[in-house]
């Protein structure tokens, strides 16, 4: 998935954030906290560890990024309901980590014109189990290769993060993902040696951000090992 500057085309009318969040203003659900407009006190107690680790960092930058909350969403296979703001308007976001899906009223086709650079966290609440127009669904591990490449977030995720060295799983298929250009001459060199991140911003088409985003991306697609004991290992 690529960021473009084209607007979607919605399936239903999104209301706007002025009113969403008057609207919760209204109903006492106002409070803020680390993702905004939230109810995390609702979510699974190892859920909620797993974003408070968070605290900091999202209150710097005004609340948690959608990668962050996604990716919690995956490790522990909980279905969350996201509240985006999207532009002016309040974006539904449904992530089913269990069927490998993401659910938003918007075709399939549509999903690249998505600004995910601009996405943010307004509301976060667990979502029951539903059932979503199949046109409306697209694969939770392109959302993610998209949010990692082109969302927010710019530093390494901690999982990931500190003295290390990486390489891409072996056999791990990332053939339903972009990989053109620099990118994918990255991930044919990641597959073949061990490498600090440091060298790997010093690859063609790369920085220190694009080379972060690299490594978030491959994570979220179980695709990236992680050594800390190699000789290349730096921090």
Known sequence: MHATST?????????????????????????H????????????????????????EARAHGGLEVLEVVA?????????????????????LSVMPIERLVHAPLPLA??????????????????????????QLAPLGTVLWALALHGSRADLLPEIAGHAAYRIVPGVDLAALDLGGAVGAAV????????????????????HERATRLLNGLYLQAGL???RAHPAATG
Request: overall charge positive.
């Open 7 to 31: 607007q979607p085309t919605f399936d239903t009318p999104l209301p706007r954030v002025s009113d969403f969040q008057r609207r919760l203003r209204e109903t006492g659900d106002a409070g």
């Open 33 to 56: 906290s680390m993702a905004g407009h939230t109810r995390l006190s609702a979510l699974h107690p190892s859920l909620l560890q797993d974003l408070q680790r968070f605290g900091a």
């Open 72 to 92: 919690a969403a995956l490790r522990h296979g909980r279905t969350l309901k996201l509240m985006l703001q999207h532009d002016d308007r309040v974006l539904p």
């Open 110 to 135: 549509q999903w690249d014109r998505l600004r995910w650079s601009a996405l943010k966290v307004l509301q976060v609440e667990p979502a029951p189990p539903q059932e979503a127009d199949p046109a």
């Open 188 to 207: 044919r060199r990641l597959r073949k040696t061990t490498t600090p991140l440091r060298e790997i911003e010093s690859w063609p088409g790369f920085n």
């Open 225 to 227: 090992l992680v050594t």
